[in-house]
Structure formats: structure tokens, C-alpha cells
């Protein structure tokens, strides 16, 4: 099984970046350079900020159904390349390649948690303290946001911002580790 081609996703389309930077990832369990990760310049940083900024415009205009449906499939893609990923998380990190599929076994769970959870963005009224007032608490997506991952858990790091966030109706600019980036 090949390692997975490590390139930044930004604006619908993968890529190398501009940089022209790039680091080895290291299997720590063999030393072994398994690919190189492309670095983001500051002109793949404003892409991907102004992507993040249309993208929002439209996702936030999404239905919750619409968006649960959207990240079910997602579940379902993550769910037919499960071996894949949790090998490459295993050779990412030496992380027993039995415990990298009971992570994958949890961030598609996660996912799909996050995905019914969004549809329940509701509001609620609040007791006022005058008569003739109503107050009232909307849920609403904030905008883009910014998600920054460790290491320690390289799939359910990165499901446990990505889900919820996008569960939410928010847009979201991912940094994965740079020491298990392939799962991201």
C-alpha cells in the first residue's frame, strides 16, 4: 500500500502551494522519509483565507438537512478508505495499526454524530425581566474558522474541529501536524 500524496487542498483543488517548501514526514518506527508535505506561502494563505470567505457565504446559506447529508457521505467515503487511512496514520506516527482503525472507527462515528447533531442548532426564548419584552437566542454559524491540530491523535484531532464546525454551517482553514499529516 502506498503512502498517501501529501498537497494542500485549497479552493476546490489540491495542490503544491507556491512555496516551494517541503518537509520530510519520518515513519518514527523506521526512520523511513515517507513523502514530502508542501508549506503554505502567504499567497496560498490569502487563497485559502478568501476561499474560506466565499465558501462560508454558501455553506452558512446550506440547509442543516442539506449539510447533514453532505457530511454523511463524507462518513461514508472515510468508511470505504478505512484501512487506507488508518495505515497511513499507523506509518504517520507507529501508532499499532489496530489501534489507527479503532481511531478511524471513532471519527466516523464522530462525524456522523456532528452531521444529526447540526440539525439541532435551535434557539430559545429567555425570561425577561420586563413585561411587554421578549428575548430571544439564535444559533447561528460565525463565519470561517481557523483549526490548528496536534499530533497525538492525527484523525480525531482534525474530526473533532472539522465536524462540529461544519456541522455548525461554518467554513473552516485546516493546519494539520506536520508529523502525521495524512490523515488530514
Not at 466516523?108 to 420586563?130: F, H, N, S, V
Not at 413585561?131 to 484523525?155: D, L, S
Not at 480525531?156 to 506536520?178: H, P
Request: charged share 20%.
Amino acid at each position: 500500500m502506498a503512502y498517501e500524496t501529501l498537497q494542500l487542498f485549497i479552493d476546490g483543488k489540491w495542490t503544491n502551494g507556491t512555496s516551494g517548501i517541503t518537509e520530510n514526514v519520518i515513519n518514527p518506527a523506521t526512520e523511513e522519509v515517507l513523502g514530502q508535505l508542501p508549506h503554505a506561502s502567504q499567497a496560498d494563505l490569502d487563497a485559502a483565507l478568501s476561499a474560506a470567505d466565499r465558501g462560508f457565504k454558501v455553506w452558512r446559506a446550506t440547509t442543516p438537512l442539506a449539510r447533514q447529508i453532505i457530511l454523511n457521505k463524507a462518513a461514508d467515503l472515510m468508511e470505504e478508505r478505512k484501512s487506507e487511512i488508518a495505515q497511513n496514520i499507523s506509518l504517520d506516527m507507529g501508532k499499532p495499526a489496530s489501534e489507527a482503525s479503532l481511531e478511524m472507527d471513532f471519527v466516523i462515528g464522530c462525524l456522523r454524530w456532528d452531521a444529526e447533531q447540526g440539525k439541532r442548532a435551535y434557539g430559545r426564548l429567555i425570561p425577561t425581566r420586563m413585561a411587554g419584552q421578549r428575548q430571544m437566542m439564535i444559533k447561528e454559524p460565525v463565519g470561517p474558522v481557523a483549526a490548528f491540530v496536534a499530533w497525538n491523535f492525527p484523525a480525531s484531532n482534525v474530526m473533532r474541529k472539522l465536524g462540529n464546525g461544519l456541522a455548525a454551517g461554518c467554513s473552516i482553514i485546516m493546519k494539520a501536524s506536520e508529523e502525521t499529516p495524512s490523515a488530514a
